[in-house]
């Protein structure tokens, strides 16, 4: 076993085993991680021996809690460029991971955001556990749902990829499953015999009809209806404003949601809802990253990323600067703004 200092990588019979090991962290993902997991990949790759890949955590409380937004954040207040250089490189393990030629398997048990999905919810197999828990908060940091996650959250049934994306919402491991971010829910204390039997030589698809299971009861399914209705609409605004509708006739769903998208980024919920709808037309999840990363470029050199890591990660006061301050002050050409191309400095797969 070679135990690396972040990520533990060793082969258990014909299995790559990864491991994230920041359980102080939450097991977030820091650039030099993203580099190792990149490399085992590619050493695996063409090696015979090796037949699938499994991605876990040490821990269980998380799986992988997202970035290291503490590292964006001291990096960003002086230079831009070590975010956009992680965000280069931690985009192409997303892509490499959606392409990968072998099985790769990944156990989303526990906290799984953000930069977790990128290194879960593009593989081959996706597994959900009683401790799961899912989903795309970047906006009440200023940011936009990225590692691919608009190409998730644009193929998410009716307006739920809105709905998560603009509010942040959680998922457990059923919402997780009909959103397309899994594919099958196997309990947690049946983990360690679903890897006993991978490392044994089973197949994936083998070993998961052996130790999945029906998903406990999500949300998302059941609020369909209430999500087209407060979501389908032309801007962020509108929604909000048939929210409020909604919550006046004493639609305590519709109130909760309110709150969870007012205390968010005005410009980030904008390009938010934007990305997204612009991913529903796009084909790839690379044409995806590529429009994540023309926002995320400019995002570190702006304002409200580096300022909503401030207020709910370092400071903690919780109470953001936003600038523009609300939904009115922000126009149509700033939102254009962000996803405008960069030229020579546009986000390539390879």
Known sequence: MTDATEVKVWTDGPLGRLRLNRPDALNALTH??????????????????????????????????????????????????????????????????????KPYIALMNGITMGGGVGISAHGSHRIVSDKTMVAMPETSIGFLPDVGGTWLLSRAPGETGIYLGLTGARMNAADAIFTGFADAYVPADKLPDFISDLAGGTPADDALSRHAAPAPDG??????????????????????????????????????????????????????FEAV?????????????????DFAYRAIAGHDFLEGIRAMVVDKDRNPDWRPATLDEVTPQMVDAMFASLGDEQWKAA
């Open 32 to 101: 030099g991680m993203c580099l190792e997991i990149e490399k085992a990949l590619l050493d695996w790759r063409d090696d015979k021996s090796v037949t699938a890949i499994l991605v876990d955590a040490e821990g269980d409380r998380a799986f992988c809690a997202g970035g290291d937004i503490q590292y964006l954040y001291e990096t960003g207040l002086n230079d831009p460029e070590p975010g956009r250089a992680f965000w280069r490189d931690e985009y192409r393990l997303n892509a490499m991971i959606s392409n990968y030629p």
């Open 219 to 272: 949300a998302l399914e059941g609020l369909q209806d209430r999500i087209a209705d407060a979501f389908g609409h032309a801007d962020v605004k509108s929604c909000i404003a048939r929210l409020d509708e909604m919550s006046a006739t004493g639609d305590e769903w519709a109130a909760k949601t309110l709150s969870m998208v007012a205390r968010n980024a005005p410009l980030a919920l904008a390009c938010t």
């Open 277 to 293: 709808h612009r991913a529903r037309k796009l084909g790839s999840l690379e044409d995806c990253l590529s429009l994540e990363f």
